[in-house]
């Protein structure tokens, strides 16, 4: 097989991953909205079926994905897109964490949104620490 045939069957194989992936994205929406736990399982059947067959083909994700022309990505746009993504974690982070104040400041009107409150605030900590643990890995890394 020559690399004009490698490169097209890498391409049908990206066609059915992506066929496979929304088809399980329908069923973990359909089980939501139904309600039922075995479409639910069987997507996250077919997910655990899915993950090796991608650790396999792992080294050609991206030709498997990617279009006909190439896709160049020069320093400057991956710049702006961590700048972009540094920014929007920031202000989502600041929201949810002011959000959940304000609900825990009105505990006494609203005692039934108490919990709401703690979920927020305790959501923004995690990612936060998420956030923290990554910077760590990646300037051990590079």
């Known amino acids: 097989m020559y690399k004009g045939e490698f490169i097209m069957n890498l391409k049908k194989q990206g066609m059915i991953l992506k066929i496979v992936s ?27 079926i899915e993950i090796p067959i991608i650790y396999i083909k792992r080294d050609n994700i991206k030709e498997m994905f990617q279009g006909d022309g190439e ?3 020069d320093e400057r746009t991956q710049l702006i897109n961590e700048k972009a993504s540094s920014m929007t ?17 009105l505990r006494n009107s609203f005692p039934e949104w108490v919990l709401t409150g703690y979920i927020l ?19 051990r890394k590079y």
């Open 22 to 48: 929304a088809f399980v994205t329908g069923l973990w929406v359909a089980g939501l909205i139904i309600g039922s736990i075995y479409l639910v399982l069987l997507a996250i059947l077919i997910v655990i």
């Open 89 to 105: 974690l920031g202000i989502f982070l600041a929201v949810i964490i002011y959000v959940g104040i304000i609900i825990l400041a």
């Open 121 to 139: 605030i305790g959501s923004a900590v995690v990612c936060l620490v998420i956030y923290g643990i990554s910077r760590i890995y990646y300037n």
């Open 71 to 73: 896709v160049v990505e």
